[in-house]
Every structure is written in structure tokens, then in C-alpha cells.
């Protein structure tokens, strides 16, 4: 889910308000399941560190591909926003630490769509991490993976 939000983004900022509520209704339950992941880690005794090693070759190169992306497009999107887009009274500005920088409607439905994909990038990592981690502990069950033990 992160993902289509994330690529939905790009989309047209007439999308700006939907996307951005997805996405942030999303954050916290990313974290629910990054939990739920870490905490069974925890309570198998199985080493994370070695966990992530025996991963195939693909899922790996895929990961790295991913984290790069988001990576870049984080400091991108960054630079594009130079402050929080907010609305008072129906004007908009960039809030830039207390100094409000006009803007246009068009220029704020934008920035709300940076603003998801910001977030967006982190699910997708977080998720990408929790979804590695089940599928490995999958592997691990069904006897495809020797335990990797602390």
C-alpha cells in the first residue's frame, strides 16, 4: 500500500488531499508492523544480522535499489519544499520556521503531494524491512533456511 501511495504522488495535485490522508493515516500502522516483525526476531532468538545475509542475491539487489531511490528522492523532494505547506484564511504559504512565503493554490496542492512521498518513502522502507523479515522467517519454517541463531 505504501508503494501505490508513493506512486500515486506523481500523480495530479487535484489528488493532493486523498493522497496525503492515505499516507498519513498509513505512518503509524507501518510501525505496527515493523513492531510485530521485530518483536517476533526477538522472541525466536534468531540472529537479524545473519537473517538479512542469507537473503538470495535478488531480494537483496532489489532492496538496495529501493533504499537508493528513496534515498535520493528524499533529499530531492527536501529541496523542493522550502518550508511546511499550510493554508490560513484560504491563502497559502510555505512555512518556513515562522517566516510565511506566499504561494499559489497549484503550488500548495503540489507540496502536500511532496509531503506524502517524504512520508511514503519512509513506509516503504520500514514495510520493505518487515516484509523481508516475514519472508525470511517463512523460509526459516518451512526448513528452506538453516537458523541463523544469536
Do not use: N
Not at 511514503?120 to 538453516?146: C, K
Amino acid at each position: 500500500m505504501a508503494t501505490l501511495t508513493h506512486i500515486a504522488t506523481y500523480g495530479t495535485p487535484d489528488l493532493a488531499d486523498q493522497v496525503q490522508g492515505v499516507t498519513f493515516a498509513l505512518f503509524p500502522l507501518t510501525f505496527l508492523v515493523l513492531g510485530a516483525a521485530i518483536l517476533v526476531i526477538a522472541l525466536c532468538s534468531v540472529s537479524l544480522g545473519r537473517l538479512f545475509g542469507m537473503l538470495p542475491l535478488h531480494v537483496k539487489v532489489l532492496g538496495v535499489i529501493a533504499a537508493a531511490y528513496i534515498f535520493v528522492d528524499f533529499f530531492w523532494v527536501i529541496h523542493l519544499l522550502p518550508g511546511q505547506p499550510i493554508e490560513q484564511d484560504g491563502r497559502f504559504f510555505f512555512d518556513d520556521h515562522g517566516r510565511l512565503i506566499p504561494i499559489s493554490s497549484q503550488t500548495y496542492r503540489l507540496s502536500l503531494l511532496f509531503q506524502a512521498r517524504l512520508f511514503s518513502g519512509h513506509e516503504i522502507i520500514l514495510t520493505g524491512v518487515a516484509a523481508i523479515l516475514g519472508y525470511q522467517l517463512d523460509r526459516l519454517r518451512r526448513g528452506q533456511l538453516t537458523a541463523p541463531s544469536q
